[in-house]
């Protein structure tokens, strides 16, 4: 700390603590008090994601073995998907929400397959759905 001048002694040096800044500082080093962190209470696991997405790909493979024509296989593909993510929302609101995602990535895969199995069948033979 600065110490004042007596009489016959010269000032002290100032020390880091005595000095000015004459500009802000960049804020590449952080230099006050840390800001709190907010964490999520109920964190994305990636093994969570996995097992979602397992179980729907599983449920919709269930419901695509059921189907005998394409009409068949995309309504079946849409009925499953729609209690797929019926189960996901519920999941997101009441429980894992890493599983919600894994519900949400298998059905949009899934949904999107069947969509381009009745896009060749339309092109090929004709519009199949009724």
């Known amino acids: 700390m600065h110490m004042p001048a007596s009489p016959g002694r010269a000032p002290a040096a100032p020390t880091r603590l005595d000095r000015v800044e004459s500009r802000a500082p960049s804020g590449l080093f952080p230099s006050g008090p840390r800001r ?3 964490r999520e209470p109920h964190p994305v696991r ?6 979602g997405a397992g179980v ?3 449920w919709l493979l269930v419901f695509g073995l ?3 024509s394409t009409a068949a296989y995309a309504w079946l593909t849409l009925a499953a998907s729609l209690v797929a993510w ?4 519920a999941l ?7 599983a919600a995602v894994g519900i949400g990535l298998a059905t949009g895969l899934g949904l999107a397959i069947a ?3 009745v896009l060749e069948n339309w092109i090929v033979d004709g519009w199949p759905m009724w």
Request: net charge positive; proline share 3%.
């Open 36 to 38: 709190p962190t907010y």
């Open 92 to 98: 997101l609101r009441y429980g894992d929400r890493g």
């Open 115 to 117: 969509a381009a199995v």
């Open 86 to 89: 019926g189960c996901g929302l």
């Open 46 to 51: 990636v093994s969570a994601v996995l097992a």
């Open 56 to 58: 729907a790909a599983l």
């Open 66 to 68: 059921l189907a005998s």
